[in-house]
């Protein structure tokens, strides 16, 4: 069998690490960071992946590439040059039995709900995603299981030499960011594709429109082999069928997940919300196609097909799940996607939307969870949002559709877990500085404070100048007098926001004291007796995957095992 076969992600992720005895010259060639590796790597871990880290883009260039983009189709050519220095072709990718799966919202869910699907079979799974959590090698999964630091640890530095064989019977690939030219995009023969709704972000990448975003991507659609999308507005719907027809590829349009439930039970999902439907119904027909294409026995009785209503595509075929179906959607886990935690008096709500379609869908489900969760009585209940934004994208539009969940509190944070990440290399990230992420949340606040204007009439109250030598972790503007107004406060790191939320009532998440003059200011101390007074608190985590990433790495420390 192929040596490629288990290791799709190292092939795809660690595109750029070069073969042992790459000089910094090569690397500053290739416009990265040119920190060195060590000479004589270990076998640890954390050395791996700091090794890794080395190769982020820098923040300058990465603001260079993004006022003069190049061809993108260099990208793909120097991915297939990676793949040749680890000792693999692209010819064998074909042999993986990949379904590829692009999207803006739900692409990560989708491929979660196919590979659990595909494993009920009894089928070996290997899954790639991206972006990870709380450890990189979340990112390559067996068996849904994420593989183990030594697995991680050996097969890095053997990349430096030839990779060896771990052998799965498919692989559920995740497109990066967008589809034509993602480095994911170097697969020629996917058993199937897969788009999940579309909408906007990485506008600078991929264009400013649905319609840009619909051609980026369609770009992973092959001659010959089946596609299927859930229902999208008609203009990126146009595009894709427009980019299916010039390559004959034979694109089709999933039913809704109704249609699969007549005649039987209805379907249990392991994810919740109502937006996760789509994402499952896209998923029944990935790995119903897999199957199908595979010989495979037991892929479920096919109903009467319903014509299109779009007119646009052929109907994906109606069929009644099998058991292993069921049980697959009832089993998917995806962590940070629509995730309750609950922790006595604390309610974690994480969801890791970053656009505005996710996040009206985040709200739509934190607002129905919440009121099945709230307890009756006449103790307060708070309500607290603790939220980042990176990228292009829009922070004042997505907070915008926050507020009618009414928070309390209000708290910003950068994607750090500790003011330091030196000690954990799966945070650290090269790509920003400390001072652009800080200066980020303090505009997040600022919107916070302009909607909460708009939304109470005039603000009578001024924000405080930070004292000399106060605390460097806290800063914060006073909340507006009205009815659902909202206390408003950035903290330098994902722990200090957690201590002051929890206030130490979280049983599992029990830091070190809290920096002296953390609650110095008023309107802190105040909140703090609030929180801690409290029947219940319910903290909605979102904005940033890589936000919920850093809180679910304090509050389960497992992950990091």
Not at 91 to 114: M, P, Q, W, Y
Not at 324 to 335: S, V
Not at 457 to 472: L, V
């Amino acid at each position: 069998m192929s040596r490629a076969r288990g290791h799709l992600r190292a092939a795809l992720h660690l595109e750029a690490v070069s073969p042992r005895g790459a000089t910094a010259r090569t690397a500053a060639r290739r416009e990265l960071s040119a920190r060195p590796a060590p000479l004589k790597p270990g076998m640890e871990y954390q050395d791996a992946v700091r090794t890794l880290n080395t190769l982020q883009t820098n923040a300058s260039y990465l603001e260079q590439m993004k006022s003069q983009q190049g061809d993108p189709q260099t990208k793909l050519e120097a991915m297939e040059l990676y793949l040749a220095r680890s000792g693999l072709q692209v010819e064998d990718l074909d042999r993986l039995n990949i379904i590829h799966v692009t999207g803006t919202k739900g692409k990560g869910s989708t491929c979660a709900f196919t590979e659990r699907i595909l494993r009920s079979y009894g089928l070996k799974t290997g899954f790639f995603s991206s972006p990870h959590l709380v450890q990189v090698r979340e990112r390559i999964r067996i068996n849904g299981q994420p593989i183990s630091r030594e697995l991680f640890t050996k097969h890095f530095w053997r990349l430096y030499q030839r990779l060896e064989e771990t052998k799965v019977d498919l692989a559920v690939v995740e497109v990066g960011i967008g589809g034509a030219y993602d480095c994911t995009n170097i697969i020629r023969k996917p058993v199937v594709c897969g788009v999940s709704s579309l909408g906007i972000d990485h506008t600078r990448l991929l264009g400013d429109t649905v319609e840009k975003i619909a051609w980026q991507k369609g770009g992973i659609f092959k001659h010959g082999v089946p596609a299927f999308t859930v229902p999208q507005p008609d203009g990126p719907l146009a595009v894709l069928k427009e980019r299916a027809e010039q390559i004959s590829c034979p694109l089709y349009l999933c039913p809704q997940l109704e249609a699969l439930e007549e005649g039987g039970p209805p379907l249990t999902l392991g994810l919740e919300g109502e937006h996760q439907r789509s994402n499952a119904a896209l998923a029944l027909q990935l790995a119903h196609c897999w199957l199908q294409q595979k010989d495979h026995r037991g892929i479920g009785q096919l109903m009467a097909t319903r014509p299109s209503l779009l007119q646009q595509l052929p109907l994906a075929p109606v069929f009644q799940p099998t058991s292993h179906m069921r049980q697959g959607l009832r089993d998917t886990e995806w962590p940070g996607r629509s995730q309750v935690l609950r922790r006595g008096h604390l309610t974690w709500y994480l969801d890791g939307a970053h656009t505005s379609s996710s996040m009206q869908a985040c709200v739509r489900w934190f607002r129905q969870a919440l009121h099945r969760g709230e307890r009756r009585g006449s103790s307060p209940e708070v309500r607290v949002l603790l939220f980042n934004s990176t990228g292009d994208r829009d922070p004042a539009a997505l907070l915008k559709l926050l507020q009618p969940c009414q928070f309390d509190y209000a708290v910003f944070c950068p994607n750090l877990t500790e003011v330091s990440s030196t000690g954990n290399a799966d945070q650290q990230n090269f790509t920003v500085t400390l001072d652009q992420v800080l200066l980020r949340c303090l505009e997040h606040q600022q919107h916070w404070r302009r909607l909460d204007e708009e939304q109470a009439g005039p603000d009578f109250w001024s924000a405080p100048s930070p004292e000399p030598g106060g605390p460097a972790s806290l800063r914060l503007a006073p909340c507006p007098p009205h009815t659902h107004s909202s206390g408003s406060l950035v903290f330098s790191c994902i722990s200090h926001a957690l201590q002051w939320i929890t206030q130490g009532r979280d049983p599992v998440f029990q830091p070190p004291s809290p920096p002296q003059g953390f609650l110095a200011h008023p309107v802190a101390g105040s909140g703090a007796n609030v929180l801690r007074e409290a029947a219940a608190i319910h903290v909605l985590v979102t904005g940033s995957l890589h936000l919920v990433g850093g809180v679910l790495k304090l509050l389960e420390p497992s992950l990091s095992q």
